[in-house]
């Protein structure tokens, strides 16, 4: 966004420097509380915009073994990686709350197994904006991480409150070209069967590199 000419600031529980607590984790008093100042700062700023990407690994299938969670159940189990990852998506909830009332665009992106968009609150919050402002008041959009110089097909979606965000999806993957171009050379799963003889995956240690584009092409 800087390297655009816009005023930015960005956030991430990785850019932390020990010292006490983590100050760039939301789920801490200090982090939740930096959060809101800087939202707040962008009411003085027509247009405003945050990006969210909730941390997902509790809310994609490949942890449904783990989390317990489905559509039908996003809330999961009650074990304690479960209830951190809800308490996240509950105060990412609040945060998109405060950007709306604010006159701001918020958008919130998951993977594309994520069943975060099931998750009670978050349900909760698009019915309420949907009843008071009608259907075009959020938007969802889907696309493919390989059509900005992703590694993998890898499918993501995200919701916000503009509609702008359907410029993300750039239709249909032609998958025979991608797949005989070097960029698809990378197995994140690894696939096998267990003692019971049924079909089972595993992430390998190439999966969480997939969070990240080489290029992007907006």
């Not at 959060?35 to 690994?57: E, H, N, Y």
């Not at 609040?94 to 975060?116: D, K, R, Y």
Request: net charge positive; glycine share 8%.
């Amino acid at each position: 966004m800087r390297y655009a000419n816009y005023s930015a600031a960005k956030f991430d529980i990785i850019y932390y420097v020990p010292r006490n607590k983590n100050f760039m984790d939301v789920l801490s008093p200090a982090g939740f509380l930096l959060s809101l100042i800087w939202i707040l700062k962008g009411k003085s700023v027509p247009g405003f915009l945050v990006v969210l990407a909730l941390k997902c690994s509790s809310f994609v299938h490949v942890n449904s073994g783990t989390s317990g969670r489905s559509k039908c159940c996003s809330v999961g189990l009650d074990v304690p990686s479960v209830l951190l990852s809800n308490a996240l998506g509950e105060r990412t909830t609040l945060l998109c709350l405060l950007i709306t009332c604010l006159n701001g665009t918020w958008v919130l992106e998951q993977p594309g197994s994520s069943v975060f968009e099931y998750y009670p609150e978050w349900r909760d919050f698009m019915n309420a904006l949907i009843g008071t402002h009608g259907l075009k008041s959020v938007t969802r959009a889907n696309w493919w991480m390989a059509h900005y110089g992703g590694q993998t097909p890898k499918r993501h979606y995200c919701w916000s409150n503009s509609p702008m965000i359907s410029a993300l999806d750039k239709g249909k993957l032609h998958y025979k070209a991608w797949k005989n171009s070097q960029a698809s050379h990378v197995q994140t799963v690894r696939h096998y069967q267990d003692r019971e003889g049924k079909k089972r995956y595993v992430g390998t240690s190439k999966l969480k590199g997939t969070e990240f584009l080489d290029t992007t092409e907006l």
